[in-house]
């Protein structure tokens, strides 16, 4: 999945796959974490927030949505 790179603190990167709803957030600590069934909105949400940090822990994080570590 391609990822772009955003201006954030805790965040490198973030990618999101609309036929999936797969959404994909690279750490500046290398990790990289997939996020499923995430709705476009919350891509949007996401790339349009001040703070991805905090729109990530608010809306995904402790949102519904699974997750697997991939890397």
């Known amino acids: 999945m391609d990822r772009v790179r955003v201006s954030s603190t805790n965040v490198a990167s973030i990618g999101y796959e609309v036929e999936t709803e797969t959404l994909e957030v690279e750490f500046r ?3 990289v974490y997939q ?3 995430v709705p476009q909105r919350h891509w949007d949400g996401l790339m349009n927030a001040p703070s991805k940090g905090t729109y990530l822990n608010r809306q995904i994080k402790n949102g519904p949505y699974r997750f697997r570590q991939i890397r």
């Open 29 to 31: 600590n290398g990790s």
């Open 35 to 37: 996020y499923s069934r």
